[in-house]
């Protein structure tokens, strides 16, 4: 099996890094000054306890990786950018690759699901970065992430059970699950705060409580199952964390992306997914939206990451729920 990883940022990049290191076959798909590092200089992968270069292929877009249907295509690109890449790898494929969506979120699967018969969902808990073309940086040694996975919308098959395998043995907890959605639904709650922490360097817990809090009247609405935190506890508990000599952690996907000045952040797939459901189910989620508009005007306005100050962001989200800090 061949492992194609498409966005090689900070999971893609990691998950492909330690997969090649491991002696699996990887081929990169990158964009930018990014792939053109990556090219000219290999992948520098740096960990707790190594600084490689990594010399992998990478192509600038699916019609140049020569994908077959018996590769294993990871989607590392962020949501808003999930019906582009799909269009050009369903043109590169016919619609017979098999798709791993490794995002946050839960509209990925659905996306790619319309293209993609073979479409499977991983739940990503990894700490990593992606700041500087050519660099990823992967926080944590031994186990260097979570990434458990399984069939969408449900199931377990020979293939995702040979990807959970490769994942091990390069270094990663990853275990099939029947029920990912349910584990994805899990870790959309925890990324909810993410323009929040993006906005103001750090994290406010009664926002946090808020949002969950509408995220699961919303869940409870829809009849969504999503799994608790006991059910996914064991395998983030794996996870060790460490210092990268030279390399400081700054923070989540959405940090990142104002860090890098890409013009976009996730939030509508985010905080967005939760007022959807509470627009289609009649269950107010003004917590949600606050958030979500206030990441789509940290992107569009350019704003440095922690440019805004925490009490500033909770009136602000608060006070459109009715709560006061």
């Given amino acids: 099996m061949r492992f194609v990883i498409y966005g090689a940022g900070g999971v893609g990049g990691t998950i492909g890094a330690r997969l090649h290191l491991a002696g699996f076959e990887v081929a990169l798909i990158a964009r930018g000054r990014h792939r053109q590092a990556i090219v000219q200089g290999g992948l520098r992968f740096v960990s707790p306890s190594m600084d490689e270069r990594l010399n992998l292929p990478c192509a600038q877009g699916p019609a140049d990786a020569a994908i077959g249907p018996d590769d294993a295509v990871f989607l590392c690109m962020k949501g808003q950018h999930t019906e582009a890449a799909l269009r050009d790898l369903d043109a590169a494929t016919g ?71 490769a994942l091990t043995t390069a270094g990663f907890s990853a275990q099939p699950h029947p029920a990912i959605m349910g584990r994805k639904h899990e870790k959309l709650l925890a990324n909810l705060s993410n323009a929040v922490n993006a906005a103001t360097g750090s994290g406010s817990r009664p926002i946090a409580a808020k949002l969950r809090a509408e995220a699961l009247a919303c869940y409870h609405a829809a009849g969504i199952h999503c799994a608790t935190r006991d059910e996914v506890r064991a395998g983030r508990s794996a996870i060790r964390g460490g210092e990268v000599p030279g390399h400081k952690r700054h923070g989540g996907s959405s940090l990142q992306s104002l860090l890098r000045r890409t013009g976009d952040i996730e939030a509508d797939f985010l905080n967005g997914e939760i007022v959807l459901l509470g627009r289609l189910h009649g269950v107010p989620t003004p ?29 602000l989200v608060l006070g459109a729920s009715g709560k006061t800090p």
């Fill in 95 to 165: 619609g017979e690759a098999r798709v791993i969506c490794c995002q946050n979120g839960v509209e990925n699967e659905r996306l790619a699901l319309r293209r993609f018969r073979h479409t499977y969902g991983m739940v990503v808990w990894l700490p990593a970065e992606h700041l500087q073309p050519g660099v990823v940086v992967n926080f944590a040694e031994n186990t260097a992430g979570g990434l458990d996975a399984g069939r969408y919308p449900s199931g377990v098959d020979g293939f995702i059970r040979e990807v959970a395998a």
């Fill in 287 to 315: 917590a949600n939206e606050a958030v979500q508009a206030l990441g789509n005007r940290l992107a569009r306005e350019g704003l440095a990451a922690g440019s805004l100050a925490i009490a500033e962001v909770e009136r």
